[in-house]
């Protein structure tokens, strides 16, 4: 990494030698990757990693709000955000950390340690420069009372409270409060909070404490473990963990699955696996399988395959295969094999495999 000492330039600072803009600058250059064409980064949210010993990594990572124990050699950088590091091994390149705790196990740095307001245990072993900034810098403390926002031409962490009217990155990491009317970037970190009118993002994953608000949001990949409130949502692939929350006012999703619980009033899907509990108004499906409970005013599909629970005002399906229990007033469906309990006001069943419908 290129760059002065960071602590000289924050003491520096202290003295009234340069300004706190060109201190912040120096700071912003922790997060520019040296080997960027050369190690493809390996991204960790909320978990714990572990590099046994003899096992080499030619890899970068990058790690926000989990573990990280390194027994082996990692060959690229490794970066953190709010996470704890054990160093056994080798990390062959630069060890990025952020409100993080580095634990010095008898391993090494062959790089740059750069430690933004990082807690340190047992003896540092770095070969190239050991940055520290810490708490204890009058300056760094003004700072964090305010906002604390690092990034560089690819990535931006926000730990504190931010506002953009247009915010375009590769990689946004969101540890505070971002408020943004338009979000454009590859990859969005949540472990805070969000509220924008406009994402697109290649992959968005909201930890398990992120809040994500949004009048519109375009994404491959939706992976959410917290809680999400969204007006439309179009995505190749969600998914929702358990006792995360999702609700949704319009959705275009190819394929679903749902763990936690979610809302949908409009819905159109190729594909819904659903463990938890579901949620609809409208939900116009392909297939669906079921073992959980779901819970709409309409849901139109081709397949049903349905081990939970199922309740509907109105249930058009082509097959249904049912071993759980199924209840529509309106119920009309081409061929059914029910192993379980089905109760409809008025079915319409061309064929019926197995126990005979009720009706209620």
Not at 198 to 219: F, H, M, Q, R, W
């Amino acid at each position: 990494m290129e760059g002065t000492e960071l602590r000289q330039v924050l003491e520096a600072v202290v003295r009234g030698e340069i300004t706190p803009q060109t201190a912040e600058k120096l700071i912003e250059a922790i997060f520019e990757r040296e080997n960027e064409d050369k190690h493809k980064a390996e991204e960790f949210v909320e978990t714990t990693k572990e590099i046994p010993e003899n096992e080499e990594l030619s890899k970068s990572i990058s790690l926000t709000n989990g573990k990280l124990i390194i027994k082996g050699k990692i060959r690229g950088d490794v970066s953190v955000v709010n996470s704890v590091v054990e160093i056994y091994g080798v990390i062959q390149g630069n060890l990025n950390a952020v409100r993080s705790k580095i634990i010095w196990a008898g391993g090494r740095v062959e790089k740059d340690a750069n430690l933004i307001l990082s807690k340190e245990e047992g003896t540092a072993n770095v070969s190239g420069k050991h940055n520290v900034i810490s708490f204890d810098i009058p300056f760094v403390d003004k700072l964090i009372s305010k906002k604390v926002t690092f990034q560089s031409d690819n990535e931006i962490f926000i730990d504190g409270e931010q506002k953009f009217n247009s915010l375009r990155k590769e990689k946004v990491i969101v540890n505070g409060k971002l408020s943004a009317l338009s979000i454009d970037c590859e990859k969005l970190v949540l472990t805070g909070t969000v509220g924008a009118n406009n994402i697109k993002a290649s992959e968005i994953i909201v930890s398990k404490n992120g809040i994500l608000v949004s009048d519109s949001v375009e994404s491959e990949s939706l992976t959410n473990s917290g809680e999400c409130n969204l007006g439309v949502l179009q995505a190749e692939e969600l998914t929702i963990s358990d006792d995360a929350k999702l609700e949704v006012t319009k959705a275009e999703v190819e394929r679903i699955t749902n763990k936690g619980t979610c809302k949908f009033q409009n819905l159109s899907s190729e594909e819904i696996s659903n463990y938890g509990t579901f949620f609809g108004n409208n939900l116009n499906v392909e297939t669906i399988d079921n073992s959980g409970r779901i819970q709409t005013s309409e849901l139109r599909a081709e397949e049903i395959k349905n081990k939970g629970t199922i309740t509907s005002k109105m249930l058009l399906a082509e097959t249904i295969e049912n071993v759980g229990k199924i209840e529509s007033k309106d119920l009309e469906a081409e061929t059914i094999t029910n192993r379980g309990e089905i109760r409809a006001s008025f079915p319409v069943v061309e064929k019926c495999v197995g126990n005979p419908i009720t009706k209620i």
